[in-house]
């Protein structure tokens, strides 16, 4: 029987490919994703830490490559603005 521990530890080599789907092919030296996913559900640990990588992914991912509909919407500007007039900042006529 596998020793939980253990697992998570091999778990953590690949969860990295894993959330970037990426991961090798099942006759590799690694787990296969079916293997991983499943662990990755039922694990606390390991799912705190996917969800974490794949948050990380994300924000990079927007970071590189900004989808039309990904940048601030146009209403932020609003509120900067106002609260950069409230801090005196900004005054009519300069911005
Ligand atoms: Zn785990």
């Not at 939980?4 to 091999?10: A, D, K, M, S």
């Not at 030296?29 to 974490?52: K, Q, W």
């Not at 950069?84 to 900042?89: E, H, P, S």
Request: charged residues 20%; hydrophobic residues 40%.
């Amino acid at each position: 029987m596998t020793c939980l521990i253990q697992f998570c530890e091999r778990i953590a080599q690949e969860i990295q490919s894993y959330v970037d789907g990426q991961l090798a092919s099942p006759n590799g030296a690694g787990l296969d994703r079916e293997s991983i996913e499943a662990h990755v559900r039922a694990c606390t640990f390991c799912g705190a830490e996917a969800h974490r990588l794949a948050s990380a992914r994300d924000m990079v991912a927007g970071a590189v490559s900004p989808g039309p509909s990904q940048g601030p919407p146009p209403t932020i500007w609003n509120a900067i603005e106002a609260s950069l007039r409230a801090d005196g900042l900004i005054r009519d006529g300069e911005a």
